[in-house]
């Protein structure tokens, strides 16, 4: 009778273990679903908005029912004859940072957003989540997709000019990066393209991103705006722009982000792209990345190369800030009762999870600042916004000031693990 059981056991497992072909699911198109959420500090919602069909899938293969990082938000794609998990995503949202304010305890607002999925063969069954800081759901949507419905929105190239700066392979063999001007006008665009140049330069400068430079792509596209610049909401500076960015998101002042994420997607409709940099035409000093959403940073501040490389490491890494504030203005950001799902900060919650495996035996945990030139990489106290709970790999990264040069390492292995998630075989 055990016997038995182990033989059951192990066929369950190998079931469970089993990697579905692309193929078996999907044809090579995308499905673009446009959500709304909305709601306010209290309860929040999911609405479907829109569905567009484009002509390529530039996303992964394989590892099509994982997800690196859990992110604040899930997409699943299930069948709906067996209810496998055929295909899922993680991200973040700037609705989710908007419901932490002030002002989201007097109000409710909607924000949109977007998500490139494999088209499917047949009817699927789609689940999208969000989760608050301590990882529980709080809300969720069920909807079905329908490959034939008629009203999915056939999308057409937007027909907008771009070039290529690195092109190392089929867009379904790399990772393919798009780089949008924002604030350029028609005349400017040669000054975007020298832009996009500069920021493709200084990611690339960046371990791990120099040595696995042969698994990207990278696009520049010339998205044009009516009026140069981008708006600047303290000054009473508004700007007709490509995708209505501006400053004083959320009324602070360096934080740059757009709302407008439609206009986004539709900009790159018939071009291969899986992860956005949105490049500001202003001298204005500030940025936002936002996990598997975009990275929007100003183009021609003197801090435009570690900035850029910074918030692509939020959008891209879904690392998370190493800095801190003394006085803990943020000190509730993340709950010391759990561990962060950022793969460079931890509350010592579940650290093995972390980069514990990278230490030496010998590194004391908490590691003290005035050993951080015996231990490179260790456990510094101060991190994710807080002085106090949170602990960082390194006294100092890329994640932490415009001044460090690098990555540390912990946030080079956890890029080099992603990387290698999206592009292995």
């Not at 009778?1 to 066929?11: E, G, P, Q, T």
């Not at 989540?129 to 008629?150: A, M, N, R, V």
């Not at 490179?376 to 990264?397: L, N, Q």
């Amino acid at each position: 009778m055990k016997l038995l059981l182990s033989i059951l056991v192990a066929i369950l497992c190998i079931g469970n273990t089993y990697a579905q072909k692309f193929e078996d699911y999907f044809v090579n198109k995308s499905i673009r679903v446009d959500y709304i959420f909305a709601g306010n500090s209290s309860a929040q919602q999911i609405y479907l908005d829109e569905l567009s069909a484009l002509p390529e899938w530039a996303g992964r293969k394989t590892h099509l029912n994982e997800v690196p990082l859990k992110g604040n938000g899930q997409i699943i794609m299930k069948d709906i004859k067996t209810q496998q998990v055929i295909y899922k995503t993680s991200f973040s949202s700037l609705f989710q940072e908007w419901i932490t304010t002030e002002e989201a305890k007097q109000t409710a607002k909607s924000f949109e957003n977007s998500f490139v999925l494999p088209y499917p063969k047949d009817s699927v069954e789609v689940v999208a989540l969000l989760f608050d800081s301590y990882g529980k759901e709080t809300s969720k949507l069920k909807h079905i997709i329908d490959p034939k419905d008629i009203l999915i929105h056939q999308k057409e190239s937007a027909h907008i000019p771009y070039k290529y700066i690195i092109q190392n392979g089929d867009y379904s063999q790399c990772i393919d990066i798009a780089i949008l001007a924002e604030g350029y006008t028609e005349k400017e665009m040669q000054q975007f393209y020298a832009d996009a140049e500069i920021a493709c330069q200084s990611l690339f400068e960046h371990e791990p991103f120099k040595s696995m430079k042969s698994k990207f792509n990278v696009v520049a596209v010339a998205s044009p705006s009516t009026d140069s610049g981008v708006s600047i909401p303290k000054d009473c500076l508004w700007k007709k722009t490509a995708f209505s960015s501006h400053f004083d998101t959320f009324y602070s002042e360096r934080y740059l982000t757009t709302s407008r994420v439609k206009q986004i997607h539709n900009a790159l409709a018939g071009i291969p792209y899986e992860h956005i940099i949105i490049l500001a035409n202003t001298k204005q000093y500030g940025g936002g990345g936002i996990f598997n959403a975009f990275t929007l940073t100003t183009a021609h501040h003197p801090l435009f190369r570690p900035v850029v490389v910074h918030e692509f490491g939020h959008s891209f890494g879904g690392l998370g800030d190493e800095y801190f504030y003394e006085d803990d203005v943020m000190n509730d950001t993340y709950p010391k009762s759990v561990e962060p799902w950022e793969p460079n900060i931890t509350t010592l919650v579940n650290f093995s999870t972390k980069w514990k495996s990278l230490l030496n035996t010998s590194t004391p945990i908490p590691t003290p600042v005035d050993k951080k030139d015996k231990y490179r990489i260790g456990v510094y106290e101060g991190g994710g916004y807080s002085s106090k709970g949170i602990y960082r790999p390194a006294y100092d990264c890329r994640m932490r000031t415009n001044d460090c040069t690098e990555f540390c390492p912990a946030c080079q292995d956890a890029l080099r693990k992603l990387i290698l998630f999206y592009t292995e075989k």
